[in-house]
């Protein structure tokens, strides 16, 4: 893969960071929205398994390195300003910390935000503190 | 609707802005990424259309006020950090102002990035500059 050639189309803002929108390959639910700098990119391209930069631990993470819950991604799109991505994945476990399927299970409604995601594990099992 | 209250629920970043996702309600595209400050959300949320937040031009912009091409917001979703939402739409014409119909037009390949994209107008006759 062309990968040099793939990164330098894209444009890093100034704090050297794209967004990453994350979608099921299957059926197109979007499970998270994570931050990439160039070398979060140039492994996930490279590897086919997604990398994010952290910016609060400020540090690049593989998305499933606590929880197993590894991203093995299937298509990478760019958009038109060059400074956002999709990774088309097929997600193991859950993608949310929370054990929900996708990050996004808060939905508006008349009452305030309503959870209507789909449980997927138990994040106390999983992410073991000791 | 109780919109303070969604609102308050929402952790706008130290700009004041939150990322949106917006993807197609009907076949699950993703259709594009932008920024909504507090008030492109309560207008969008109080509205039913899609506003944002432009960082380059430092200004509201309604989703279509130059193009036509209105996104109707089906439903707003936010994550579990609160710092980003999906609208999920339905797009007249295209989202993206290149005439595609998403943003997201080109796909990482061998050989570089391939447009593979759906043009749905021709952007000389939809932005007129005189």
Not at 91 to 116: K, N, V
């Amino acid at each position: 893969m062309e990968t040099e050639k793939l990164l330098n189309a894209v444009k890093f803002d100034d704090r050297g960071l794209i967004a990453a929108v994350v979608q099921d390959a299957t059926s197109g639910e979007v499970l998270m929205v994570a931050w990439m700098n160039e070398e979060a990119l140039r492994k996930t391209l490279e590897e086919g398994r997604a990398w994010y930069w952290s910016r609060s631990r400020k540090k690049l993470w593989l998305k499933g390195e606590s929880s197993g819950h590894i991203q093995k991604v299937r298509e990478v799109r760019l958009d038109c300003d060059g400074d956002a991505v999709v990774l088309r994945v097929d997600q193991t476990g859950g993608a949310c910390h929370t054990g929900f399927r996708s990050c996004f299970y808060r939905r508006a409604d008349d009452e305030g935000w309503i959870e209507d995601g789909v449980k997927m594990f138990d994040p106390n099992s999983v992410y073991k503190t000791s």
